[in-house]
């Protein structure tokens, strides 16, 4: 009978690898808007500068929150968990809390996969949602110094890519934001393999709890682990 174990543990590495760049893009996009972004940048309105706020009045983050919560969930609990699962499920004649363990490893595969679907979901239909937003320049140069621009509800990738039709007036500033916005959509279209990969673990995870399911009993009663 083919044992779908090899292959487990590789897509295993490859969901903890996957999970922690999602990781990495997020805590860099929430690093920089809680920096730099926060602050005001300058574009050109006519002959004079005009200061606009880095972040909007209505800024939606919601599946930022959804994403990296999927990506935690799926390195924690499905990767350091699913690596200690095995070991212990591995085992010559396994105890009940090894078991238990693996069968409770089994069950939030299943629940992580559903999260990263959400995730996947959700960012991507909130974030096309808000395609071709433009940021208006006569309206923004009206606003008090300080004050954060309030029409429409944008996505960080919608409100950085509106703020490079702007006419910046620091190169710096618009590497700067071309840089983070490569990083957003990075997360953003990272989800797609980071759900690949959960799927095809998942199944890999339960088609072993299966066959693990159907192995025989030993005919001798050998020491078995308390755990």
Same mark, same amino acid.
């Given at each position: 009978?083919i044992?779908?174990?090899?292959?487990?543990?590789?897509?295993?590495?490859?969901?903890?690898?996957?999970?922690?760049i999602?990781?990495?893009?997020?805590?860099?996009?929430?690093? =920089?808007?809680?920096?730099?972004?926060?602050?005001?940048?300058?574009? !050109?309105?006519?002959?004079?500068?005009?200061?606009?706020?880095? +972040?909007?009045?209505?800024?939606?983050?919601?599946q930022?929150?959804?994403?990296?919560?999927?990506?935690?969930t799926?390195?924690v @609990?499905?990767?350091?968990?699913?690596?200690?699962?095995?070991?212990?499920?591995n !085992?010559?004649?396994?105890?009940?809390?090894?078991?238990? *363990?693996?069968?409770?490893?089994?069950?939030?595969?299943?629940?992580?996969?559903?999260?990263?679907?959400?995730?996947? @979901?959700?960012?991507?239909?909130?974030t096309?949602?808000?395609?071709?937003?433009? @940021?208006?320049?006569? *309206?923004a140069?009206?606003?008090?110094?300080?004050?954060?621009?309030?029409?429409?509800?944008?996505?960080?990738?919608?409100? *950085?890519?509106?703020?490079?039709?702007?006419?910046?007036?620091?190169?710096? +500033?618009r590497?700067?934001? +071309?840089?983070?916005?490569?990083i957003?959509?990075?997360?953003?279209?990272?989800? @797609?393999?980071?759900?690949?990969?959960?799927?095809?673990?998942?199944?890999?995870?339960? =088609?072993?709890?299966?066959?693990?399911?159907? +192995?025989?009993m030993?005919?001798?009663?050998?020491?078995?682990h308390?755990?």
């Open positions: 009978m044992s779908p174990r090899p292959l487990l543990y590789v897509a295993l590495g490859l969901l903890m690898v996957v999970a922690i999602e990781l990495s893009f997020i805590s860099a996009m929430v690093g =920089w808007l809680h920096s730099t972004a926060r602050y005001t940048f300058v574009f !050109r309105y006519g002959n004079r500068g005009v200061n606009i706020k880095g +972040e909007p009045a209505n800024f939606i983050t919601d930022g929150h959804t994403s990296n919560g999927a990506a935690g799926a390195f @609990i499905v990767g350091l968990g699913g690596i200690i699962a095995l070991f212990l499920r !085992r010559h004649n396994p105890g009940k809390f090894s078991r238990l *363990f693996y069968n409770t490893w089994l069950v939030f595969n299943v629940l992580s996969l559903l999260l990263v679907l959400t995730a996947l @979901i959700y960012t991507f239909v909130v096309n949602q808000h395609n071709g937003q433009n @940021i208006i320049p006569g *309206f140069a009206q606003l008090k110094y300080g004050q954060k621009y309030p029409l429409e509800s944008w996505t960080p990738q919608n409100w *950085f890519a509106a703020m490079l039709d702007l006419d910046l007036t620091g190169d710096d +500033e590497s700067d934001i +071309e840089k983070h916005l490569r957003m959509r990075g997360w953003q279209y990272n989800l @797609i393999p980071f759900f690949i990969i959960h799927l095809v673990e998942t199944a890999l995870a339960l =088609w072993d709890g299966m066959q693990r399911r159907r +192995e025989p030993p005919m001798y009663a050998p020491t078995k308390d755990v």
